[in-house]
Each structure stands twice: as C-alpha cells, then as structure tokens.
C-alpha cells in the first residue's frame, strides 16, 4: 500500500546488494518515487517493474532531494560520493540531504561529512541492524546520528524501512553505536553457544533447550533468529567471523581509548580468531557453536527438527495512515 507521506521528496538509491535491494524496494512497494544507481545494472533492473528508475551514475542523482547509500567498503563509499562521477561531484547540485546506512569507518563518515557540507548537503550515518531476510519481514532497524532537523525531515523514509529507528546525537556517534551493537553481537552469540552446549551434554535436545530460553525472559530476537542455525547446523552466512573479528577489533581499539574495561569481550575476539584460524572464514558466525562443542568434547549432528527463525512472527503492519 502507497503511503502519500513518502512523495514529498525525491530519493536517490545506490547499492543494491543483499541489503540494497530489498530496503530500496521496501520504499518502491510504499509508494516512494526512487531512482536507483548500481554498479552492475542488472542486480538493479527487476525494481523497474516496482516503479524504480535506473540511472548510469551516482552524479545522476545529485538532483535528489534526499539520496541513500548501501554499499560494501568505506573505500566505495568515498567512490560513489566524491569521486569523479560520485553524487556530490557536480558544482553546485548536491542531494540535500545524503543517508548512508553502510557500517563504514568513522573516519571515511567524517571525511564525507566534511565534503557534503561544502557542497551544501547534510550527511546523516544511519547504520542498520539485520540482514536481507530481516528486511522483508519489515524487521530492520537503524541507528542515526547527524542533523537532527535532517533527521526529522528524513525521518518517514527511515521508519519505512523497517520497524525501529533510534536518533543518538550529532556527527558519527552512530558509527561507534554500531560498533558496540556487533560487540554485543559477538558476546551474545559465544554466550548462547556456551549454554546449548552445556544443555545438550546434560542431555536436553538444542531444539528444546532453545524453545525454552525463547520463551523466557532471557529470550530475544536475536536468539530466536539464530535458533534454526543452532539446531539444525545450517551455518549458511549471514555475517562471517572476519566481519564480526574487525568490529571486535574496533570496539575494543575504542574502549582502550576511552579507558572502558572490556574483559569479556576481549575473551570473545580471541574465541572468534580461533574460529578464522581453523578455517571457518566463509560460514556463519554462529559456528561459534561447534567450537564450543568440539571444545566440550561433544559431537554435534543436525536435529532435522523445523524451528521459526522468529521473523514471520510478526507481520508488517505496512504505512501509517495519513
């Protein structure tokens, strides 16, 4: 259902990959006029047929009002923003207001920062939390830190992406924001293995452990999401333990920094360069599982046992009235 709150501006999209292209579609499918650049057109051209516009270049785009970026790197970050045909690099067009929703460093969000305000536009950095699959389910949400008057102007085409958006102050505190939220990630994830492990060598089945913590005070959605992983031993990749070891790394490099003792932490990244070394670079990081076991001595085997991932739980409730 088209939602007339979100015609008031016109957006520009770049990045349509595993999370590009379901949160520009998000937009497209409530009703936003959204004209998308991609480096490989053809990832882009099925979201023509939900309204999108293709355009050959990011420079295309510096007539939008409001221009989102979802791109891999800090590195292609700068590229599609300030170099040669980045959305800034034409004299005097400029998006006025510029989102980038990528986890980049807060050096590369500073940079850009610096470099849309001399052209006469305003950055905010709105990292999310989720993946591909967390989008559709309308589940996605996002940290935002940068002009709180751009934020609120900007702010009906954030909340159309998913279901929560949190506003945490000026310039990048929400990359550091993000930061700790993969650090909570990774000490989460080491904790839950730690006690299905201990549940099942007690002789509680995963399946049934998990649907216990699940249902208790102590479950989440995030332990709900990992459960299928846990139990039926598909550590198909969603995040690997490289991406989840360099934000270790950057929380703790910021904790040092800030004086801020991050013993268990500390403990974790170590646990997950365990896991890279053995060779677990390419999987889930929820493989911090079999290590626990391998460690406990026990011998895991998928359970075959149908679970819910917790996402089709709750539908998107769609555009709020006008």
């Not at 040669?84 to 207001?97: D, F, N, T």
């Not at 967390?134 to 909340?159: F, N, Q």
Request: charged share 25%.
């Amino acid at each position: 259902m088209a939602d007339g709150n979100l015609k008031r501006h016109k957006l520009g999209w770049i990045g349509t990959g595993r999370m590009g292209f379901p949160m520009a579609g998000r937009l497209l499918k409530k009703g936003a006029d959204v004209a998308i650049y991609n480096r490989t057109r053809s990832k882009a051209e099925p979201l023509t047929a939900s309204g999108g516009r293709l355009v050959d270049s990011p420079a295309a785009l510096a007539d939008r009002d409001i221009v989102f970026t979802m791109v891999s790197t800090s590195d292609d970050l700068l590229e599609v923003t300030l170099g040669p045909q980045g959305v800034l690099s034409r004299k005097g067009r400029a998006p006025k207001i510029l989102v980038d929703c990528s986890t980049v460093s807060q050096e590369a969000s500073s940079k850009l920062r610096e470099a849309a305000a001399a052209a006469g536009s305003t950055l905010l950095a709105a990292p999310v939390s989720g993946n591909g699959k967390v989008v559709k389910a309308g589940r996605l949400s996002l940290v935002v830190s940068g002009s709180r008057a751009a934020y609120d102007e900007a702010l009906p085409y954030l909340e159309a992406l998913g279901e929560g958006v949190s506003y945490v102050g000026e310039g990048e505190l929400a990359r550091i924001v993000k930061i700790c939220h993969n650090v909570f990630l990774g000490v989460v994830t080491q904790s839950l293995a730690e006690i299905t492990v201990l549940a099942e060598k007690a002789g509680a089945p995963r399946h049934a452990f998990l649907d216990f913590i699940n249902k208790s005070v102590m479950g989440s959605t995030f332990t709900r999401y990992k459960t299928p992983a846990f139990v039926n031993l598909d550590f198909t990749p969603t995040f690997t333990p490289v991406l989840l070891r360099k934000d270790l790394d950057l929380g703790l490099a910021a904790a040092r920094r800030l004086e801020v003792p991050m013993p268990v932490a500390a403990i974790v990244r170590e646990l997950v360069q365990s896991l890279i070394g053995s060779g677990s670079v390419d999987r889930d990081f929820a493989t911090l599982l079999e290590q626990e076991a391998k460690a406990a001595q026990l011998t895991l085997r998928p359970e075959n046992v149908p679970v819910s991932d917790g996402l089709d739980e709750k539908r998107d409730p769609g555009p709020r009235a006008a």
